[in-house]
Antibody, heavy 119, light 110 residues
């Protein structure tokens, strides 16, 4: 079954850009949609953005101005950038496969990476 | 902040049945969008439990079942077992907020 693994810095300074990568293994990134989701104690689970293997994207309206999601099909990876971070962006960040269409849910998840925003 | 409301906690003795509610509105569940459920064991990622209101992925026990009516959905766990002690989340689509999750329910097995 498909496996996802998040990677990136665990500590980011305020106002800097958070950058994470999700590597997909045991399956191709092609023909699917992929999402980033975060979980913080104060806000629970929050969907951030999705990207199709074709490159088309969708964003959470509350984060859209600060988020960029991209895909590299040659590396079987997709990435997240969140700009101008604050302490409120401290969370566990998960990447997930996004089943998209008439219904939308997340069937495979990475183990998550804890990102702390602090100087 | 979440638009899908769940009870913070529920508990039951081994073998009992627990029903977790997920209350939304006319812009999400009430609009006909599917509800999905996830189980999150401590220190792990959420795991898909139910999709499309009542469907179980391969490998998920039939002790878990989902239903939906109006602006609410429910997850029932029958024959409660110690391994079911976890956090449970519902998820749907909201017309203005996109993909949304419930507030989460901690199930404790007494």
């Amino acid at each position: 079954q498909v496996q996802l693994q998040e990677s990136g810095p665990g500590l980011v300074k305020p106002l800097e850009t958070l950058s994470l990568t999700c590597s997909v293994s045991s399956g191709s990134i092609n023909n699917y949609v992929w999402s980033w989701i975060r979980q913080s104690p104060g806000k629970g689970l929050e969907w951030i953005a999705f990207i199709r293997y074709t490159g088309s994207t969708g964003y959470n309206p509350s984060l859209k101005s600060r988020v960029t999601i991209s895909v590299d099909t040659s590396k079987n990876q997709f990435s997240l950038k969140l700009a101008s971070v604050t302490a409120a962006d401290t969370a566990m960040y998960f990447c997930a496969r996004h089943v998209s269409g008439a219904t939308n849910f997340f069937d495979y998840w990475g183990q998550g990476i804890l990102v702390t925003v602090s100087s | 902040q979440s638009v899908l409301t769940q009870p913070p906690s529920m508990s039951g003795a081994p073998g009992q049945r627990v029903i977790i509610s997920c209350t939304g509105s006319s812009s999400n569940i009430g609009a006909g969008y599917d509800v999905h459920w996830y189980q999150q064991l401590p220190g792990t990622a959420p795991k898909l439990l139910i999709f499309g209101d009542y469907n179980r992925p391969s490998g998920i026990s039939d002790r878990f079942s989902g239903s939906k009516s109006g602006t609410s959905a429910s997850l029932a766990i029958t024959g409660l077992q110690a391994e079911d002690e976890a956090q449970y989340y519902c998820q749907s689509y909201d017309r203005s907020l996109s993909y949304v999750f419930g507030t989460g329910t901690m199930v404790t097995v007494l």
